[in-house]
């Protein structure tokens, strides 16, 4: 199984969703699961909620996943929020996604 992960930078919102979005893409492509890396972001914009809506349903239309890793309490509580947590496989670290995965 083939997973490649995608590190997001301190933000996703308008500013910055198209290079996520096309990154994550890319990732998908080529056939492989994607990882979000979100260690690092304590901000999403609704733009940002789209674009991992967007990255799920892409995923899931060629048989693919598409996991959050390491999602921050305020970006968790505008998930909850919102119930886009429903919707992800979220791990808190990455070796905690890849662990599972691999067991799979």
């Known amino acids: 199984m ?7 930078g301190d ?3 308008s500013f910055n969703y198209r290079e996520v979005q096309d990154g994550i893409q890319a990732i998908l492509d080529k056939g492989s ?7 690092a972001c304590k901000y999403v914009s609704s733009t940002g909620l789209r674009v991992l809506l967007y990255s ?3 995923a899931d239309s060629k048989g693919l996943k598409f996991y959050l890793v390491g999602i921050s309490d305020d ?3 505008v998930m909850s929020v919102t119930g886009f947590d429903s919707f992800f496989d ?12 691999n067991s799979e």
Not at 2 to 8: A, C, F, G, P, W
Not at 33 to 39: E, N, P, Q, S
Not at 90 to 101: A, Q, R
Request: hydrophobic fraction near 40%; charged fraction near 35%.
């Open 2 to 8: 083939n997973i490649d992960i995608y590190k997001l």
């Open 11 to 13: 933000e996703l919102d």
């Open 33 to 39: 699961h994607a990882v979000l890396d979100m260690t």
């Open 56 to 58: 799920k349903k892409v």
């Open 75 to 77: 970006v968790q509580d």
């Open 90 to 101: 979220s791990f808190n670290t990455i070796e905690e996604c890849l662990e599972k995965v």
